[in-house]
């Protein structure tokens, strides 16, 4: 699988922007500032959605526009499948392969494997733990859906025993049977 054509649309610096790719290496060659990682974070938002450089959506789209577009030509074995994100400036993130939406996310994350490899990387050495643990989920989340489909659900489980203990210690109250729902998934 390869990714043939890349069009950017609003994407941060780059107003309207078409790449063809090779099937073998390509490189990106350009001023400072002209735009070569904010072409690799598109490419990064094709394969699981969002940034790597941890911005928000709303933040890649350029300033004083209403929306960005990533639409890639993506060659299979036999066939070829076009991938498009849609971000508007006033509601949710679209997805979709060969004009039909996903319902979730989730959905898309392994279609697309991607490994990014950047500077940052060095936090993965000197940062606690949590971004390794975020670096080794995004990989295998890519490779093994009920992996990633766990995941979500430990999250959600987490986020909902936080606020079980932020409302305990906020009400100077404590409920053991109501934290052990959460502590057994
Ligand atoms: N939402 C946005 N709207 C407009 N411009 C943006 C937006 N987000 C980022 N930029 C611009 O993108 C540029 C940075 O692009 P990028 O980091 O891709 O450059 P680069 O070619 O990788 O540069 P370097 O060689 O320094 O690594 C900056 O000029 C920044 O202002
Ligand atoms: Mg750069």
Redesign the pocket.
Known sequence: MIIKKLSLYNF??HTEKRFEFSPQINCFV??????????LDALHYLSVGKSFLGNTDL?????EEDFFTIEAEIGNEDSEDIIKILQPKESKKIIKKNDKSYDRMADHIGYLPSVMISPYDSNLISDAGESRRKFLDSMISQTDSEYLFNLIQYQKTIQQRNALLKYFAKNRTWDRDSLEIYDEP
Do not use: D, F, S
């Not at 350009?30 to 072409?39: E, F, L, R």
């Not at 933040?59 to 300033?63: A, C, E, G, M, Y």
């Open positions: 941060k610096n350009g001023n400072n500032g002209a735009g070569k990682t904010n072409i933040n890649n789209i350029k300033n």
